[in-house]
């Protein structure tokens, strides 16, 4: 009860920065014609999916998922999956390493869980670009969190990436 707590006050603060940093200019490229054609951040295996899920740490526990988990050794490289401006890049509760792109238009896509990051608030990155190293969860595990949100609204990432 204490980690979903702590997991909530978490996700307050992430709802706080990302209301905070709705005002970017200059991005030329919108990511909406890109639906199902994006590049995904990170070579690994999809180990949590977005929606709501069941805890197995706590049981009983539901709770929603605004993201994606991939599964991969620590140290890989992190990408953006299209341009914009970094709005974020630095530690945050629960995330580990948090990189916040903003791509205009409303959208903003999150890599956590990262080891390391390599880009500063306010650059500019394409796609493509390393944002960071995969590091692990809070449970421990090597991985690399993302999600997308579309005007404000955590959307389906793999509904937006690849086939793969």
Do not use: C
């Not at 890109?34 to 069941?54: C, E, N, Y």
């Not at 539901?62 to 490289?77: H, K, M």
């Amino acid at each position: 009860a204490e980690l979903a707590m702590e997991l909530d006050a978490a996700y307050l603060r992430l709802q706080s920065a990302l209301a905070q940093n709705q005002d970017v200019t200059n991005v030329h490229v919108p990511i909406r014609p890109f639906k199902g054609a994006l590049p995904w951040p990170a070579d690994g295996i999809v180990v949590s999916r977005f929606g709501r899920q069941t805890s197995n740490r706590v049981p009983g526990i539901n709770f929603s998922r605004n993201g994606i988990e991939l599964s991969l050794p620590e140290g890989r490289p992190v990408s953006a999956v299209h341009e914009g401006v970094v709005t974020h890049a630095g530690p945050f509760t629960a995330y580990g390493y948090l990189v916040i792109v903003d791509h205009g238009g409303g959208t903003v896509s999150l890599y956590g869980h990262l080891a390391t990051t390599s880009v500063n608030k306010g650059d500019r990155v394409a796609a493509g670009t390393i944002v960071g190293t995969s590091g692990r969860n809070t449970a421990g595990n090597p991985s690399v969190y993302f999600e997308l949100r579309i005007d404000g609204d955590p959307v389906d990432p793999l509904q937006w990436l690849r086939p793969s």
